[in-house]
């Protein structure tokens, strides 16, 4: 092959992969939410045939039937639940919300509680080096107690001398994605009810759809698609449990600590579910972290002059991240089968192309590009090494090539 032959072919390359890459971000950006509730009603319609068929060969009863009583009781179940857990922490979260806006509308107090903590440090100082940063911090503190009480926490944007390019409103990117997320409640709903339905369509009538799919293929994208959908399958209960496991671990954690400290009369407040909730929500997304929500807290309980509470504070975001580094990174690496940086990266850019949903969806596209990569399914890179062992047989050494064992095929 000649060097424009080479040339021809990597640019040939590289527009193939463009035109995907373009392909995956529009279909996800406007054309994942419509076609949503139908891929998750065949995936639980796919996963509900295996004790369907088992009860049915049991009962003797229509498949059709068990599949409706079937559909019909884990629906009943889970929105039971739901409502069950969802009403208790409704109000729950109600209440730490009142507790929340009592903060901030007494905020000018907070301001002033933190202007006296910062004169007192600075006590220890020359008296001509205190008295001028007293007057600064004096002139400061009450610019901002006028404008919080005129304008609320809004005014304190305008008071903060900020560096050169940075913006508060750079801060607030996650945050905005949640609160959009929130605006299209009544859209998602909507979706939900159509899922469900179709939930019960696809149950009820799953081998048919299959065989009608079938017909209309070849024998070769048949089995391409189910080597497919059994990994796809796979990857996703890994990715399921890896954030099941991030979010269960840091509310674990999270409320053991409050606990302890609420044990040990440190603790004097409420709301440990709420809070712990919120920093494990907090906690997924990438730069965030628990620090977010417990270095401030100890900063605001150190200027409220609860020493004690802010030291908690300090030890219990030093415990967890501990823990955290040891055990979360290897954790999610086994289960997603990716090294973290590159779970991280994909997080953080899917947050970026795609908002909240992202963090979710583009870990979940590379780890199935791995998977399906690796078992020769599509060939987007090379496949993984051999492992070379060196065995020693009646005192020669000899070389013996392993490879990854590979699935057996799924029958249907």
Not at 5 to 28: D, G, H, M, P, S
Not at 343 to 355: D, E, N, P
Not at 392 to 403: I, P, R, S, V
């Amino acid at each position: 092959m000649t060097v424009v032959e080479k040339r021809r072919a990597t640019l040939i390359n590289v527009a193939y992969f463009v035109l995907l890459a373009a392909a995956y971000y529009l279909f996800v950006k406007y054309a994942f939410d419509v076609v949503a509730p139908f891929v998750i009603a065949f995936f639980i319609a796919m996963l509900l045939q295996k004790p369907i068929r088992f009860m049915a060969k049991k009962s003797r009863a229509p498949k059709k039937f068990i599949s409706v009583v079937t559909v019909l009781f884990i629906l009943c179940t889970v929105l039971g639940i739901v409502v069950f857990v969802g009403y208790k922490l409704f109000l729950e979260f109600k209440a730490f919300g009142q507790f929340v806006i009592f903060k901030l509308n007494n905020l000018p107090q907070t301001i002033a509680s933190a202007r006296d903590w910062v004169l007192g440090i600075l006590e220890i100082l020359p008296d001509k080096v205190e008295n001028t940063l007293a007057e600064t911090v004096n002139n400061f503190s009450a610019d901002l107690i006028k404008n919080t009480a005129e304008n609320g926490i809004a005014g304190l944007s305008g008071e903060l001398e900020l560096p050169e390019g940075f913006s508060i409103s750079s801060l607030m990117t996650p945050l905005g994605g949640l609160l959009s997320t929130a605006k299209r409640i009544p859209f998602i709903l909507s979706g939900l009810l159509i899922g469900i339905i179709a939930c019960f369509f696809i149950t009820t009538d799953y081998d048919n759809i299959v065989s009608i799919f079938k017909r209309n293929v070849s024998e070769k994208q048949e089995k391409l698609f189910v080597s497919t959908k059994r990994l796809f399958g796979d990857v996703l209960g890994k990715m399921i449990k890896s954030y099941a496991t991030i979010i269960f671990i840091t509310f674990c954690e999270v409320a053991v600590g409050l606990n302890l400290l609420s044990l040990f009369n440190i603790y004097k407040g409420s709301y440990i579910v709420v809070i712990s909730i919120i920093t494990a929500l907090i906690d997924i997304v990438p730069v965030f972290g628990t620090g977010t929500v417990l270095i401030p807290w100890a900063i605001y309980s150190l200027i409220m002059g609860d020493i004690p509470f802010a030291i908690g504070l300090v030890v219990l975001y030093i415990l967890i991240t501990v823990i955290r580094q040891v055990i979360e990174p290897r954790l999610v690496a086994m289960n997603v089968g990716i090294h973290p940086i590159f779970t991280l990266a994909s997080m953080y850019v899917g947050i970026q192309l795609f908002g909240v949903l992202g963090i979710f969806i583009l870990p979940i596209t590379i780890v199935l590009l791995k998977t399906l990569n690796s078992e020769g399914i599509i060939h987007l890179w090379g496949r993984e090494k051999q492992k070379v062992n060196v065995v020693e047989n009646d005192g020669n050494m000899q070389k013996t090539d392993e490879t990854e064992p590979s699935v057996p095929a799924d029958e249907e």
